[in-house]
């Protein structure tokens, strides 16, 4: 993924919506938004992610609809190597000693094999 510049406050709140519902009109967006800007505001902040190139824009009908220019994994991939790096020191270990603390109850049997699998898989591959 390409470096793109950073994002201020509220362009992180309407990159977050978006990536959860995967395309939105500026409608929906401010709808979604604690304490929503203006419309015009919502709009301003929809151009400049455009421009920044982190969203693109289709028509449809009147409005335009908006959607992120990099996937969901490739911003998840990011996101997790900031908190590693920035809350854990770069350490896998202390990240998913960290997830398994936060799990609600217990994980299931079938979770457990998935992740031992998925363990197995990384040292087969020497990772």
Known sequence: MSRLSPLSRRERQVMDILYELGSASAARIRKRMADPPTDSAV?????ILVEKRHLQRK????????????SVSQVRRS???????????????GGVATLLELRDGDLTPEEHERIRAMIDRAAEEGR
Do not use: K
């Open 79 to 93: 996101a997790m190597h900031h908190v590693l790096r920035t809350f854990f020191g770069g350490s896998i270990e």
């Open 43 to 47: 709009r301003s902040i929809l151009r």
């Open 59 to 70: 028509p449809d009908g009147p409005r335009y609809i908006y959607f992120p220019t990099a």
